[in-house]
Nanobody, 125 residues
Framework: QVQLVESGGGLVQAGGSLKLSCAAS????????MGWFRQAPGKEREFVAR??????????TYADSVKGRFTISRDNAKNTLYLQMNNLKPEDTAVYYC????????????????WGQGTQVTVSS
């Protein structure tokens, strides 16, 4: 069954903005941690941002390369994860993946059992 579906990717000029969405279903929708990863051609998949789902708070964490430019959020009522990307740079070009995990300290891709199919983000200079 479908668990995670990303949308919102596209082509944008450097300095522009995009907002990615990830619709979750099944076990992925109730996962403690949801995150965004990206993979550029010829490179390994890398962590971008993650957000926790606790009844009392949501904790966000970002890769240094996107801190201050990207914002991760989630709407638990809609089972949807978002990534607002501002001041985009050509080096942000990659396929962006949504992922979910029950592991509270999940940062590595191997700790996320649920993945979306990915959405392409291309930033032109």
């Amino acid at each position: 069954q479908v668990q995670l579906v990303e949308s919102g990717g596209g082509l944008v000029q450097a300095g522009g903005s995009l907002k990615l969405s990830c619709a979750a279903s099944g076990r992925a929708a109730s996962s403690n941690i949801m995150g965004w990863f990206r993979q550029a051609p010829g490179k390994e998949r890398e962590f971008v941002a993650r957000i926790s789902r606790f009844t009392w708070t949501s904790i966000t964490t970002y890769a240094d390369s996107v801190k201050g430019r990207f914002t991760i959020s989630r709407d638990n009522a809609k089972n949807t994860l978002y990534l607002q990307m501002n001041n985009l740079k050509p080096e942000d070009t990659a396929v962006y993946y949504c992922a979910a995990s029950a592991t509270v300290d999940a940062y590595s891709p191997s700790q996320y059992p649920y993945w979306g199919q990915g959405t392409q983000v291309t930033v032109s200079s």
